[in-house]
Protein backbone atom coordinates (compact mmCIF):
# COMPACT_ATOMS: atom_id res chain seq x y z
CA UNK A 1 0.00 0.00 0.00
CA UNK A 2 1.58 3.58 -0.90
CA UNK A 3 0.18 6.11 1.11
CA UNK A 4 -1.03 9.21 -0.91
CA UNK A 5 -2.49 12.92 0.02
CA UNK A 6 -4.25 14.02 -3.18
CA UNK A 7 -5.71 17.22 -3.77
CA UNK A 8 -5.78 17.16 0.16
CA UNK A 9 -7.36 14.13 1.00
CA UNK A 10 -5.22 10.95 2.18
CA UNK A 11 -5.76 7.89 0.28
CA UNK A 12 -4.13 4.69 -0.04
CA UNK A 13 -3.07 2.91 -3.37
CA UNK A 14 -2.79 -0.89 -3.89
CA UNK A 15 -0.08 -0.60 -6.63
CA UNK A 16 3.98 -1.42 -7.10
CA UNK A 17 6.15 1.28 -5.61
CA UNK A 18 7.46 1.46 -8.86
CA UNK A 19 3.86 2.23 -11.26
CA UNK A 20 4.03 5.89 -12.24
CA UNK A 21 2.18 8.10 -10.26
CA UNK A 22 -0.04 8.86 -13.73
CA UNK A 23 -1.93 5.48 -13.82
CA UNK A 24 -1.94 5.64 -10.13
CA UNK A 25 -4.27 9.29 -10.25
CA UNK A 26 -6.06 7.52 -13.58
CA UNK A 27 -6.54 4.33 -12.99
CA UNK A 28 -6.49 3.64 -9.48
CA UNK A 29 -8.10 7.08 -7.88
CA UNK A 30 -9.85 7.80 -11.26
CA UNK A 31 -9.21 11.34 -11.94
CA UNK A 32 -9.15 11.62 -15.23
CA UNK A 33 -7.59 14.76 -15.51
CA UNK A 34 -4.34 14.12 -15.45
CA UNK A 35 -3.49 12.70 -19.31
CA UNK A 36 -0.40 10.34 -20.96
CA UNK A 37 0.89 12.03 -23.98
CA UNK A 38 4.07 10.45 -24.14
CA UNK A 39 4.98 8.21 -21.57
CA UNK A 40 8.67 9.73 -21.29
CA UNK A 41 8.28 12.73 -19.46
CA UNK A 42 8.54 15.12 -22.48
CA UNK A 43 4.76 16.37 -23.55
CA UNK A 44 3.87 17.64 -19.76
CA UNK A 45 0.12 16.63 -20.47
CA UNK A 46 0.38 14.47 -17.02
CA UNK A 47 1.95 17.63 -15.48
CA UNK A 48 0.58 17.47 -11.66
CA UNK A 49 2.00 19.66 -8.81
CA UNK A 50 4.16 17.63 -5.89
CA UNK A 51 4.17 19.69 -3.31
CA UNK A 52 3.70 22.86 -5.60
CA UNK A 53 6.26 22.12 -8.27
CA UNK A 54 5.56 20.46 -11.85
CA UNK A 55 6.32 17.11 -12.12
CA UNK A 56 5.84 14.84 -15.12
CA UNK A 57 3.71 12.22 -13.85
CA UNK A 58 4.10 9.48 -15.97
CA UNK A 59 7.63 9.20 -15.28
CA UNK A 60 7.09 9.66 -11.32
CA UNK A 61 7.31 6.28 -9.76
CA UNK A 62 4.30 6.86 -7.06
CA UNK A 63 6.04 5.61 -4.25
CA UNK A 64 8.42 8.68 -4.86
CA UNK A 65 5.45 10.82 -4.55
CA UNK A 66 4.04 9.47 -0.95
CA UNK A 67 4.33 11.86 1.80
CA UNK A 68 4.12 14.71 -0.67
CA UNK A 69 0.85 17.16 -1.02
CA UNK A 70 0.14 15.90 -5.03
CA UNK A 71 -2.04 18.57 -6.27
CA UNK A 72 -4.39 17.73 -10.00
CA UNK A 73 -6.29 19.39 -12.22
CA UNK A 74 -9.45 18.20 -10.37
CA UNK A 75 -7.79 20.16 -7.29
CA UNK A 76 -7.08 23.20 -8.27
CA UNK A 77 -10.39 24.46 -7.41
CA UNK A 78 -13.80 22.90 -7.21
CA UNK A 79 -15.55 24.88 -10.53
CA UNK A 80 -13.12 26.10 -12.16
CA UNK A 81 -12.56 29.38 -10.59
CA UNK A 82 -8.62 29.40 -9.95
CA UNK A 83 -7.13 32.80 -11.58
CA UNK A 84 -5.23 30.48 -14.34
CA UNK A 85 -8.39 28.51 -14.84
CA UNK A 86 -10.38 31.38 -14.93
CA UNK A 87 -7.86 33.24 -17.62
CA UNK A 88 -7.55 30.25 -19.64
CA UNK A 89 -11.50 30.76 -20.34
CA UNK A 90 -11.13 34.20 -20.86
CA UNK A 91 -8.24 33.97 -23.31
CA UNK A 92 -10.25 31.21 -25.13
CA UNK A 93 -6.83 29.38 -24.73
CA UNK A 94 -7.98 25.57 -25.30
CA UNK A 95 -8.46 24.23 -28.91
CA UNK A 96 -8.67 20.28 -28.24
CA UNK A 97 -8.16 21.03 -24.86
CA UNK A 98 -5.96 17.59 -24.36
CA UNK A 99 -2.84 18.94 -22.82
CA UNK A 100 -4.18 22.08 -20.67
CA UNK A 101 -4.49 20.47 -17.67
CA UNK A 102 -0.77 20.12 -17.69
CA UNK A 103 -0.50 23.64 -19.07
CA UNK A 104 -2.23 25.05 -16.40
CA UNK A 105 -0.58 23.43 -13.32
CA UNK A 106 2.63 24.87 -15.08
CA UNK A 107 1.24 28.11 -15.18
CA UNK A 108 0.10 27.68 -11.20
CA UNK A 109 3.35 26.91 -10.11
CA UNK A 110 5.04 29.49 -12.16
CA UNK A 111 2.83 32.03 -11.18
CA UNK A 112 3.43 30.74 -7.33
CA UNK A 113 6.98 31.67 -7.35
CA UNK A 114 7.07 34.49 -10.10
CA UNK A 115 3.85 36.63 -9.77
CA UNK A 116 5.05 38.86 -12.55
CA UNK A 117 6.99 36.55 -15.70
CA UNK A 118 7.91 38.09 -18.45
CA UNK A 119 7.48 36.34 -21.71
CA UNK A 120 11.24 34.60 -21.17
CA UNK A 121 10.25 33.74 -17.74
CA UNK A 122 7.28 31.72 -19.56
CA UNK A 123 8.56 30.78 -22.40
CA UNK A 124 11.69 28.91 -19.99
CA UNK A 125 9.22 27.40 -17.22
CA UNK A 126 5.86 26.52 -20.02
CA UNK A 127 7.47 23.54 -21.76
CA UNK A 128 4.98 21.35 -22.35
CA UNK A 129 3.32 20.44 -25.27
CA UNK A 130 0.34 22.15 -27.49
CA UNK A 131 -0.54 20.26 -30.55
CA UNK A 132 -2.28 22.73 -31.47
CA UNK A 133 0.05 25.59 -31.04
CA UNK A 134 -1.44 27.45 -28.29
CA UNK A 135 1.45 28.95 -26.93
CA UNK A 136 0.52 33.21 -27.68
CA UNK A 137 -2.59 32.22 -26.00
CA UNK A 138 -1.27 30.16 -23.29
CA UNK A 139 1.37 33.16 -22.86
CA UNK A 140 -1.84 36.16 -22.76
CA UNK A 141 -3.61 34.04 -20.17
CA UNK A 142 -0.22 33.75 -18.01
CA UNK A 143 -0.37 37.69 -18.19
CA UNK A 144 -3.91 38.06 -17.51
CA UNK A 145 -3.99 35.66 -14.63
CA UNK A 146 -0.82 37.41 -13.12
CA UNK A 147 -2.42 40.66 -13.46
CA UNK A 148 -5.27 39.97 -11.05
CA UNK A 149 -5.16 40.22 -7.54
CA UNK A 150 -3.92 36.65 -5.97
CA UNK A 151 -6.73 34.54 -4.68
CA UNK A 152 -5.22 30.78 -4.21
CA UNK A 153 -1.98 29.50 -3.52
CA UNK A 154 -1.16 25.75 -4.09
CA UNK A 155 -0.90 24.93 -0.63
CA UNK A 156 -4.89 25.21 -1.07
CA UNK A 157 -5.25 23.76 -4.20
CA UNK A 158 -6.32 20.55 -2.25
CA UNK A 159 -8.81 21.91 -0.62
CA UNK A 160 -10.86 23.13 -3.38
CA UNK A 161 -8.86 26.90 -3.51
CA UNK A 162 -10.75 28.24 0.02
CA UNK A 163 -8.40 30.52 1.87
Known sequence: MVQLKVNGESLEADVPETHPLLWVLRETLGLQGTKFGCGIGQCGACTVLVDGQPVRSC???????AGTQITTIEGLSPNGTHPVQRAWIEEQVPQCGYCQSGQILSA??????????SDADIDRAITNIC?????ASIRRAIH???SWPR???TEDAGNGGAR
Open 59 to 65: VLPVASA
Open 108 to 117: VALLTSNSSP
Open 131 to 135: RCGTY
Open 144 to 146: LAA
Open 151 to 153: QTT
